[in-house]
Nanobody
């Protein structure tokens, strides 16, 4: 069974930074050979879930939403099952629950659409005060 656990959220002042972590378990080496893409999404109160970024565990290619380019950086750790999202210059508009998700069977990055992703974590809350 695939499990996805996010961490690193919290309450910060505007202008601060956070690094969110996502640990994925349950995939086999064979699964990684077929390709796993890990993505980050967020959902602000009263809004639809929004795709932020994703990274291919196969070739480390990345994809970003235009709205976050320049402030958000996705990366993978030494272990292929760990992905980070560095968020700099936080703004109150970044307040949301941040979700990590996995797309199976993709060696290259995918469209930042919920429909592309198969497994989801429970989310971590990020609150930015002005």
């Amino acid at each position: 069974e695939v499990q996805i656990v996010e961490s690193g959220g919290g309450s910060v002042q505007a202008g601060g930074s956070l690094r969110l972590s996502c640990v994925v378990s349950g995939f086999t080496e064979r699964d990684y050979g077929f390709g796993i893409v890990i993505g980050w999404f967020r959902q602000a109160p009263g809004k639809e879930r929004e795709g932020i970024s994703c990274i291919s565990t196969y070739d480390k290619s990345t994809n970003y939403a235009d709205s976050v380019k320049g402030r958000f950086t996705i990366s993978s750790g030494n272990a292929k099952n760990t992905v980070y999202l560095q968020i700099n210059s936080l703004e109150p508009e970044d307040t949301a629950v941040y979700y990590c998700a996995a797309a199976y069977g993709n060696r290259q990055v995918v469209e930042l659409s919920e429909l592309e992703f198969d497994c989801w974590g429970q989310g971590t809350q990020v609150t930015v005060s002005s």
